[in-house]
């Protein structure tokens, strides 16, 4: 039978789940997805999509959130309900179970907006979970019942069942969606929308609806540090970095306040934890004090930098995350991709699309009410209901009552209708016959008063919405402040932070450099992410990555971890070129190379050989003395060489002759200084750094032997070198270059005594910071000058009775002599001050110094797009013991 049938008819007969089959030509059988299958991917896609994971556009929730806001409303009698009640009653509208419905509810209710919450609904701070639904409460907040719900307005469809009625979309007038955020993963695509601050959205709303530009940033309830920098409007390829706000507590411990969004207590712990055990870091214990407010304690051991470990944190742990928004949400049945700009556009547009529907039907309403009062009224005035007792059909009473009331109706804004007639017939005989026509027409009057408002509202419909925005940011924004900080980061390189938890070895003869060979000669500590810089006496040069055992080449003369972009390392070498050629000096920076790749540092020339060799971290340029062999008729067989002669050239530099003679050895004459220029350095108060890089305030330039002054609120003085990756706390209050002879001068209320003091002081001990007010609880530094002649005026307080004292002007240099940092100082004055107040410095003279730019010094070049040089296949790190100045004679 199938025989007479075409290939479709066959296929259609053999019903809809038939797999098809062929075979082409290489006898493969081949099998065709038809009929049902062919659309049941693409179905459930769809569904997802649709009702699961992404929100829409109109009210900012997903089919789920707003199926359990609609059941709260229907249960909604003021006091609260188990949250296992409301979940049973969500199933009438949504057709899953009841594990799902629970869990949308917490995260609803964990965002602290629309549910008023009793019971513990867990910590998004630690992660704890809530407890069971049957234990837990809630009804909605006054925001909720305020901007959520509206039935008048509101869309309406048959539940999944059919035996409900659901809202489509509910009413929302407010950005809801950017308030709270939204995350769902759905079937070929996903949304990942960031929580905002309610206090900015809502002045946003306002800006665009006054025609104004306005950018949103997000703000999370854990808090923390976050740089917007890449955020792209959230939409797909931005990012967000966040950070967990430590703070140094002491010199040995660290305390975490804030968490990065995404993360939890917990998780954070378990990420230091395993850095530490990976040798990243180096902690003794973590104390978790977390209730209400995040409180990690993080103790180091003695001798770790507390900076160098919180920007290790950062570098090897959760303490900071990168997060990728991702805008998407359903309009019209289909994923939209949109920023958060477009979206708090269009969420106000449709705020005000709501509110004037709102007032269009409360309009309609009003009018209704007025027209009936006034029908009312003269139907009662005019004693019409007299008219329709000697009537004997219901016809005949209606017209009776039209017949009525038609001379007492042209100033009604609409026709009477038979509706209107049937219910002035129903108005009872008490309310009749207590009818007073004053009340009446107060009510007719109050009525037209509140037409009239909101006639003009719908004329200035915009400056309603305005005024709506501002009646929620006035009712609901207490407490809601930003409570992530936005900062611009700056970015932590991890070889210079982390622990080097490891140790170096080499065999000079074999080799071979690593940090299994124990048995070998030790060279340093590193880390396990380094990158190692090796010489050879043959003149190669080459760079590799810390390993257990790796081959350079023989004959090693030198050893380091190597540091990229380095500047200030510079090699002084001295070679001979083949075996019977000149000898050649050259000085050459290495900053940037290809890993794992041999660079010759001489001409190519078989048999050539390194002389002399050091590495001198600070550019150092020390004489050596050359002693040639006795050959020929040659009369000077000894002579010195200064390397500061020599200029710093690239790595591939021939270098300067030294002699065409041959050497017999180089001797170490006299060991150099630097002959680097000093380093600027500048302070970046956006990211409360040092850098190199012209950013932010100069500090001045710095040889290696200059320091930084310090200076906080609560009186605490040190000096310290200026290492790029210092920290620096939000109290400080003085950040300048150290000039140990120049003194300071400090204005401070000494508590015990309640007086001011003065004191001048030098600072003793550049590695101590010491307290430079008395210990006393009340004690506080009022001011504090850095100026060689400071100057300050004192504003006396007016007392009772006397005339007030003129303001007093005080050369704290005339006032006290210099004294010991640690002296109490003079007192200021016995009478009330109101205010301390600085004035310009007098006039002082520096003795003359040399300038860097007087100086004769060897500039430095930049070599690092030499010889096709990749900056991306090396890493920087910072050098440590054993890589000072080495000499090697041969």
């Not at 540092?601 to 050091?614: E, P």
């Amino acid at each position: 039978m199938s025989e007479d049938l075409n290939p479709n008819e066959e296929e259609q007969q053999k019903g809809p789940d038939y797999l098809g089959e062929d075979e082409d030509t290489s006898g493969d059988t081949i099998t065709k997805v038809t009929g049902m299958y062919r659309d049941w991917f693409l179905d459930y896609a769809s569904y997802v999509i649709l009702e699961r994971a992404v929100p829409a556009i109109e009210d900012g929730f997903k089919p789920v959130q707003r199926r359990i806001m609609h059941s709260m409303k229907d249960l909604d009698d003021g006091r609260y309900n188990k949250v296992a009640n409301i979940v049973g009653h969500t199933m009438q509208y949504h057709p899953h179970g009841d594990a799902s419905i629970a869990d949308a509810m917490v995260q609803i209710g964990q965002k602290d907006l629309l549910i008023d919450t009793q019971g513990n609904w867990g910590n998004i701070l630690t992660g704890d979970r809530a407890a069971a639904s049957r234990y837990i409460e809630a009804r909605l907040s006054k925001f909720a019942l305020d901007v959520v719900y509206n039935p008048k307005i509101t869309g309406w469809q048959a539940s999944y069942d059919g035996r409900k009625k659901e809202p489509i979309n509910l009413p929302v007038m407010f950005p809801l969606l950017l308030a709270q955020g939204a995350e769902g993963i759905a079937v070929g695509l996903s949304t990942k929308i960031l929580p905002h601050n309610f206090l900015e959205l809502i002045d946003s709303s306002i800006k665009h609806l006054q025609g104004k530009r306005f950018t949103l940033y997000p703000d999370f309830p854990t808090g923390g540090i976050i740089d917007i920098s890449n955020y792209n409007d959230g939409l797909r390829g931005g990012k967000i970095r966040s950070r967990a706000r430590i703070n140094q507590h002491d010199k040995n411990t660290l305390v975490i306040n804030e968490i990065p969004f995404g993360t939890t207590t917990s998780s954070l712990i378990d990420s230091i934890l395993k850095a530490n055990d990976k040798g990243k870091i180096k902690i003794k214990k973590i104390e978790d004090n977390t209730a209400a407010e995040v409180e990690i304690l993080v103790h180091i051991p003695s001798g770790i930098s507390p900076d160098k470990t919180i920007d290790a944190l950062y570098a090897f742990t959760a303490c900071e995350t990168s997060i990728s928004p991702l805008g998407c949400v359903i309009e019209d049945n289909k994923p939209l991709f949109i920023g958060v700009t477009e979206m708090l556009k269009r969420s106000t547009d449709r705020t005000v699309e709501l509110l004037k529907s709102e007032l269009e039907i409360q309009l309609e309403e009003l009018e209704a009410q007025w027209h009936f009062s006034s029908l009312e009224r003269i139907f009662i005035e005019n004693r019409i209901y007299r008219d329709i007792e000697e009537e004997e059909t219901w016809d005949g009473v209606i017209a009776a009552i039209d017949k009525g009331l038609k001379p007492h109706t042209k100033h009604l804004k609409r026709a009477v209708t038979e509706e209107d007639i049937v219910r002035l017939t129903e108005i009872r005989i008490k309310r009749i016959s207590k009818f007073d026509i004053d009340k009446a027409q107060q009510k007719i009057a109050s009525l037209e008063d509140e037409i009239a408002k909101v006639k003009h509202n719908l004329e200035n419909l915009i400056d309603y919405a305005i005024a709506y925005f501002k009646r929620l940011k006035k009712d609901y924004g207490e407490g809601k402040e930003r409570k992530s900080e936005i900062r611009v980061f700056d970015d932590i390189e991890a070889t210079k932070v982390v622990i080097r938890n490891t140790k170096l070895y080499v065999n000079r003869e074999e080799g071979f450099v690593g940090t299994s060979l124990r048995k070998d000669e030790y060279v340093t500590d590193c880390s396990d992410i380094d990158n190692i810089i090796v010489f050879t006496n043959e003149g190669k040069m080459m760079v590799s990555k810390v390993d257990s055992k790796t081959f350079v080449g023989k004959g090693i003369i030198h050893v380091a971890v190597f540091k990229k972009k380095d500047k200030r390392t510079i090699y002084n070498m001295i070679y001979r070129d083949g075996t019977k050629g000149a000898t050649y000096v050259k000085r050459f920076a290495v900053t940037s190379v290809t890993r794992d790749k041999e660079y010759d540092l001489t001409q190519g020339t078989k048999g050539s050989k390194v002389l002399y060799f050091t590495a001198n971290p600070n550019g150092e340029a020390e004489v050596v003395t050359v002693l040639l062999r006795q050959t020929g008729s040659i009369k000077k067989l000894k002579f010195d060489l200064d390397f500061a002669d020599q200029l710093v050239k690239g790595r591939g530099s021939k270098g300067n002759i030294v002699t065409k003679y041959s050497v017999k050895r180089i001797e170490l004459k006299e060991k150099g200084l630097s002959t680097l220029k000093p380093r600027k350095i500048w302070f970046d108060e956006t990211v409360q750094r040092l850098n190199v890089d012209a950013r932010g305030e100069l500090l001045g330039e710095f040889t290696s032997e200059d320091r930084i002054l310090i200076v906080n609120q609560r009186a605490m003085v040190k000096t310290v070198i200026p290492e790029l990756t210092l920290r620096f706390d939000d109290d400080m209050i003085v950040l300048e270059k150290w000039e140990p002879k120049k003194p300071l001068s400090a204005i401070y209320w000494e508590g015990e005594k309640e007086l001011y003091y003065v004191k001048r002081f030098l600072i003793e001990n550049p590695d101590k910071e010491e307290l430079i007010i008395t210990e006393h609880p009340k004690s506080y530094l009022e001011r504090i000058f850095t100026d060689h002649r400071p100057v300050a005026e004192v504003v006396f307080v007016k007392e009772r009775g006397k005339e007030r004292k003129d303001n007093e002007e005080i050369s704290l240099e005339d006032f006290i002599a210099v004294k010991g940092i640690t002296a109490m100082g003079n007192q200021l004055t016995k009478d009330k001050v109101l205010e301390i107040n600085e004035l310009s410095a007098l006039p002082y003279e520096a003795p003359e110094q040399v300038s860097a730019e007087d100086m004769d010094v060897v500039d430095e070049e930049d070599v690092a797009s030499e010889e096709g040089a990749s900056e991306d296949n090396t890493t920087n790190n910072e050098s440590s013991k054993g890589d000072g100045e080495q000499t090697m004679l041969f």
